[in-house]
């Protein structure tokens, strides 16, 4: 569980750049998803069968500097929940590296 912790919190600062969004019309659905995923104030459990999935829509419309960290994150997520659920180890490690680039990414364009 100390593994999906960390995750959480690598998580909340990522949602956290989120309560303002871009209104340019080339990350406007970017910002859309992660709006959907969850921002601000409110922090989805990343320990939950919704938010890899949600990780993927945004993957879809991402832009492709970031698209790549956003399916490593969502597999990441996958793993930590199965493991989870089974008690082991996540077969995916956590690379801290895609949320600061999604972090960065996510100032630079929906928090303008």
Excluded at 17 to 29: I, K, M, P, R
Excluded at 32 to 57: C, H, I, Q, W
Aim: net charge negative; glycine share 8%.
């Amino acid at each position: 569980m100390r593994t999906i912790t960390r995750a959480a919190m690598a998580f909340a600062v990522g949602t956290a750049v989120l309560t303002g969004c871009g209104s340019d019309d080339d990350s406007s659905a970017y910002c859309n998803a992660l709006k959907d995923l969850g921002g601000g104030s409110y922090v989805p459990n990343t320990a939950n069968s919704e938010t890899a999935p949600k990780m993927r829509k945004i993957a879809e419309v991402s832009p492709p500097e970031i698209k790549a960290d956003w399916l490593k994150f969502a597999d990441w997520q996958e793993s930590a929940l199965n493991a989870a659920d089974s008690g082991t180890t996540p077969a995916t490690q956590f690379d801290h590296g895609v949320v600061e680039r999604i972090v960065a990414y996510n100032e630079k364009t929906c928090m303008k």
